[in-house]
T-cell receptor, first 111, second 116 residues
C-alpha cells in the first residue's frame, strides 16, 4: 500500500465551480499536512498547511484533515482559470525529517 | 521576498559523469532537503540535512549520491556516476525551525538534469 494516495485526474471544471481535491494515507504517524500547487516545470508552492484534524480556511481555499479516516481534502471556492495547475498533497511526521507527497491532481478550470 | 535559488536551471551530462547541483537556501533557514521528480511522476524525497549532517535519506539516495554544505550559503547534491534513470527535475527546499510551532518548507525552481 502506498503511503499517500491521490487521484491524478485530470479534473476539468467550469470557472466559478467548487473544486474538491483529496488524498488518503496509511501512516498514522503523519502529523502535519500540506497542499502545494505546482505549475508545469516549476517548483511546488505551498498553499496551505494544517496540524492534526480540523479545518483551516485561507481566502478561497479550505484545507480539511480527518485523522480518524486518514483523509485530507482541499476545497477551492469560486475557481478561476488561474487555479489551473497540479495540486500536490504532502505530509510529514512530527520531526519533519521526511515529507511524503501524493502523485498530484491536475486541475483545469475552463473560462 | 527571500527565495530558494538553484543552479543551473538545466544540466545535460553523459552517462557515467559526475554532476553537482547547487542550491542557495533562504538565509535564516536551518533545515534543507533535496527531492526529485521524474517527468510526469510524483515528487520523491531524497534526503534531509540539518546541523551539517544527514537527518534522513530515502532508498533512492544510495552511495552514488552525496550532499554537502560547503559554506554558510550553498547546499549541494552530487551524483558521482550518473545513470539514464537519474534524468529528472531536482528540487531543493529549505525550512526555518520555529521552536514549538510548525513552519513551512520553501522550494526552489528546480534543476532539470538530462543524462544522455
Amino acid at each position: 500500500q502506498k503511503e499517500v494516495e491521490q487521484d491524478p485526474g485530470p479534473l476539468s471544471v467550469p470557472e466559478g465551480a467548487i473544486v474538491s481535491l483529496n488524498c488518503t494515507y496509511s501512516n498514522s504517524a503523519f502529523q502535519y499536512f500540506m497542499w502545494y500547487r505546482q505549475y508545469s516545470r516549476k517548483g511546488p508552492e505551498l498553499l496551505m498547511y494544517t496540524y492534526s484534524s480540523g479545518n483551516k480556511e485561507d481566502g478561497r481555499f479550505t484545507a480539511q484533515v480527518d485523522k480518524s479516516s486518514k483523509y485530507i481534502s482541499l476545497f477551492i471556492r469560486d475557481s478561476q482559470p488561474s487555479d489551473s495547475a497540479t495540486y500536490l498533497c504532502a505530509m510529514t511526521p512530527y520531526n519533519f525529517n521526511k515529507f511524503y507527497f501524493g502523485s498530484g491532481t491536475k486541475l483545469n478550470v475552463k473560462p | 521576498e527571500p527565495e530558494v535559488t538553484q543552479t543551473p536551471s538545466h544540466q545535460v551530462t553523459q552517462m557515467g559523469q559526475e554532476v553537482i547541483l547547487r542550491c542557495v537556501p533562504i538565509s535564516n533557514h536551518l533545515y534543507f532537503y533535496w527531492y526529485r521528480q521524474i517527468l510526469g511522476q510524483k515528487v520523491e524525497f531524497l534526503v534531509s540535512f540539518y546541523n551539517n549532517e544527514i537527518s534522513e535519506k530515502s532508498e533512492i539516495f544510495d552511495d552514488q549520491f552525496s550532499v554537502e554544505r560547503p559554506d554558510g550559503s550553498n547546499f549541494t547534491l552530487k551524483i558521482r556516476s550518473t545513470k539514464l534513470e537519474d534524468s529528472a527535475m531536482y528540487f531543493c527546499a529549505s525550512r526555518p525551525i520555529i521552536a514549538g510551532g510548525t513552519d513551512e518548507q520553501f522550494f526552489g525552481p528546480g534543476t532539470r538534469l538530462t543524462v544522455l
